[in-house]
């Protein structure tokens, strides 16, 4: 072992990634060379510091827009297989059928005329009802289309897109699941906000209920958790008892949303 | 309406999807990174979610020295998963998650590098201080010559290539033959360069030490 190879591996004996022979002849070496022993204390020290730094934490905003990301890219995988399927169903040879009066059809060219009559009219009409049943599905993934796109544009449109679901005058279901998605995944806390205060209009349905209680535990802003409280309050949610004890005793909670547990609980 | 919220799924919802939690959540045995990635190629996409959680930390720490900015750290950190589902399709059969990852790391701390350019990388000492660690000011850091402070001092001296390899190198999650590859150079040239990097680091150090308080 020379000076130059003992340098070269200092830093992983210094963090015992060698082997026991290797290790063992360069202690032999840097023992007995003063040159490497000063240059391998100095380099384990930096090296001590330089892995005692305290890691850092990323805020939960990096969580929520990862886990955004994710559920979108769900959702434009549900579109391109929704279109895969319809293409290729479009696209699928149509099964031959067995024409019980094929051998009519050999026998009586009269059969046979009124056969291939009704063959063409059954096939026209399957084909109708198939450009019907695809043109209803590009329309569905036209709707999903939209919604995946709704986390990219931005926070104005988004807002907009919510106050106006918020006052539609018969909303349907898709509507309150616009307002769920954005109310549980929206990367903007006044969005969320908004989306949470137009679904008190749904209050009486059970599966808004049950959304905001689910988004409960999720949700970072206590700005946010304290209105869902309020909501769940406002809601009569009996079943949102064991989560707000939860967030009651939660010392790492805001001190508000603990408040807010606590009067909910007393009040539920 | 007894369900409790951990009982009640939250997905985002297609249009016309039944929201009903489905019979499918069960409890799985523990998967590997490699099996779990292998899982979000072939389309399990909530695997990604279980990957996030065991790797956003690491990942992050890494791009906080890196870049010296916290900030810049949680942007690149969502790159680079939004990069592993936009490139799920190339992961390999044979790889490994964690080289990959930071292999996507280092292209989009490049990228974040080659955009911020006119913006010089983060050298104020104080500065540094402050995204190493924001509870504590960066003055009373200063003061009291404290160790970590001092040693960021030193990282953000470093060239950004020294700082790469050598922060890159220290993640106990990668052997030197995977710094190699995500380095793109042999073994060999990773540890001379890792070694180049850490006496730097060492030699800037130690002068920090020695400089008179201002």
């Known amino acids: ?268 | 309406m007894t369900a409790t919220a951990a009982e009640i799924p939250v997905h985002c919802l297609p249009i016309g999807v039944d929201w009903r939690p489905s019979p499918a959540v069960e409890t799985k045995a523990p998967q590997s990174d490699h099996e779990l990635m292998l899982a979000v190629r072939d389309g399990d996409l909530d695997c990604m979610g279980e990957l996030f959680e065991r790797h956003h930390g690491p990942l992050f720490g890494y791009l906080a020295k890196l870049t010296g900015n916290r900030t810049a750290a949680e942007d690149i950190a969502q790159v680079v998963f939004q990069r592993m589902l936009k490139y799920r399709h190339t992961y390999r059969d044979q790889g490994s998650f964690t080289a990959w990852m930071y292999h996507l790391a280092r292209r989009c701390a490049s990228d974040h590098f080659r955009k911020s350019a006119p913006a010089p990388i983060s050298v104020d000492p104080s500065e540094l201080e402050h995204h190493a660690d924001e509870s504590r000011g960066a003055d009373e850091s200063a003061a009291s010559r404290d160790d970590h402070a001092v040693l960021q001092r030193a990282l953000g001296r470093l060239d950004r290539d020294d700082r790469e390899v050598l922060l890159l190198s220290r993640l106990q999650e990668l052997s030197f033959a995977e710094v190699a590859g995500i380095l793109e150079c042999s073994v060999g040239a990773a540890r001379v360069r890792a070694h180049r990097a850490m006496r730097a680091l060492r030699d800037h150090y130690f002068r920090i030490q020695k400089e008179p308080l201002t």
């Open chain 1, 1 to 268: 072992m020379n000076c130059q190879s003992c340098l070269d591996r200092m830093a992983e004996l210094a963090d015992e990634k060698l082997d026991a022979q290797t290790a063992a002849s360069m202690r032999e070496h840097i023992a007995g060379c003063p040159g490497c022993r000063r240059e391998f204390d100095s380099l384990r020290r930096t090296l001590a510091a330089l892995d005692a730094l305290p890691s850092v934490a990323p805020s939960h905003r990096l969580r929520a827009r990862v886990m955004g990301d994710i559920e979108t890219e769900k959702l434009t995988l549900r579109r391109h297989s929704g279109w895969a399927t319809a293409i290729r169903e479009a696209a699928a040879p149509r099964p031959r059928r067995r024409h019980p009066w094929a051998t009519l059809l050999l026998q009586s060219l009269g059969a046979c005329a009124l056969v291939a009559l009704g063959f063409t009219v059954g096939e026209r009409a399957a084909t109708q009802r198939q450009l019907a049943e695809l043109r209803t599905k590009v329309d569905t993934m036209g709707q999903l289309f939209e919604q995946s796109v709704l986390q990219k544009r931005a926070t104005g449109d988004r807002l907009e897109t919510v106050l106006t679901a918020a006052t539609a005058s018969k909303p349907d279901e898709r509507v309150i699941d616009g307002l769920i998605n954005s109310m549980a995944f929206d990367t903007s806390v006044n969005v969320r906000l908004n989306a949470l205060n137009a679904l008190y209009l749904h209050a009486d349905q059970d599966v808004v209920r049950a959304s905001v209680l689910a988004c409960l535990p999720r949700e970072s802003n206590p700005l946010v958790q304290v209105a869902m409280i309020d909501f769940l309050v406002a809601a009569r949610e009996h079943g949102a008892a064991p989560e707000l004890r939860k967030l009651a005793a939660n010392d790492q909670a805001d001190a508000d949303v603990r408040e807010s547990a606590r009067r909910a609980l007393d009040q539920l």
